[in-house]
């Protein structure tokens, strides 16, 4: 087998409570994240050892030490002691610095794919560890699915009681820096409640609107004010929920129906970027040969 496709898929954040700062600059959090079916494409290929070459079709990112593919390449190899060689395409289809994780699901593909692709058999407990050095939520995409999260964000416990949704994905072509948003909370003005029962407050959509908020909505929606006014337009179309996911800029709102998605996702016209979104559950590679 000389090469792997894999699908590296977004995901959501479903409220996203921050609720301190450690010493070491990181902030602890509780949040769902929810895997949805937007993805970038992800190839991983054999080269001579040694070798690791990145290849993306966004002009904007970086394919070297910069780029958190050829990061995690490297902590592959060295976590497993072989001497391997990679060439790794990423075709972008999910937006850059929207709260969606791309990068991050990128990273966690390659490690899946670097792992089959040259027969590794790295445990589970190893791969997590390369990921949680990457990123907190890199660890989230190893595992896909649904999720809530805590610590800074690499506390994982599977949840299954979220249910299904048709949802609008907003893109309002601004990139956010998360560093940024985090760095300007005002821990006085988050006052969001703590998530106990998640169980029972997915049997009543009613109760995530108020239940499920996003603390660094205050910062980003005080900057980009446009950003309120799509969530607001969410409500207004019946959704159920609406919100930013993690730091921005994305703006989702969720649907019981496919209508009501379709209705919402169709009143935004031409001035966004906008993607009809469902849940995703599960990771996905394709062996091939070239």
């Known amino acids: ?23 070491d ?8 994240f929810q895997q949805i079916d937007i993805f970038d494409d992800i190839v991983v290929e054999k080269l001579s ?28 190899r060295e976590a497993s002691g072989v001497n391997f060689g990679v ?11 929207a709260g969606l994780g791309g990068g991050s699901s990128d990273a966690a593909a390659v490690i899946r794919g670097i792992n089959e692709l040259f027969q590794l058999n790295l445990a589970d407990q190893k791969r997590q560890n390369i990921a949680r050095e990457l990123g907190a939520d890199v660890v989230f995409f190893l595992l896909g699915g649904t999720a809530w999260a805590t610590g800074i964000g690499d506390v994982l416990q599977p949840v299954s009681s979220m249910p299904h949704f048709w949802g609008v994905l ?3 072509n601004i990139e956010i820096s998360t560093a940024w948003a985090y760095k300007n909370i005002n821990f006085s003005l988050t006052k969001t409640k ?12 009613e109760s995530m609107r108020e239940f499920f908020q996003n603390d ?3 910062v980003v929606f005080d900057k980009y004010p446009e950003l309120a006014e799509i969530k607001e337009k969410f409500y207004q179309s019946g959704a159920f929920f609406a919100s930013m996911s993690g730091s921005g800029s994305s703006v989702y709102g969720l649907f019981t129906d496919i209508a009501g998605a379709e ?17 995703f559950e599960k990771t996905s590679i394709t062996r091939g040969a070239m």
Do not use: W
């Open 1 to 23: 087998m000389l090469r792997l496709e894999l699908k590296a898929y977004a995901k959501i954040n479903i409220g996203l409570r921050v609720t301190g700062r450690r010493s």
């Open 25 to 32: 600059g990181y902030h602890e959090i509780e949040t769902v």
């Open 49 to 76: 050892p040694g070798q690791i070459v990145v290849e993306t079709t966004n002009p904007e990112l970086p394919t070297g030490e910069g780029n958190i593919c050829f990061r995690a390449a490297e902590k592959v």
């Open 87 to 97: 060439k790794i395409f990423i075709k972008k289809n999910i937006p850059v610095g």
């Open 170 to 172: 907003v893109y309002p």
């Open 194 to 205: 703590k998530i106990i029962k998640l169980e029972s407050l997915f049997e009543k959509r």
């Open 216 to 218: 660094l909505e205050i």
């Open 263 to 279: 209705n919402a996702q169709a009143s935004f016209g031409d001035r966004y970027r906008t993607f009809l979104i469902q849940p």
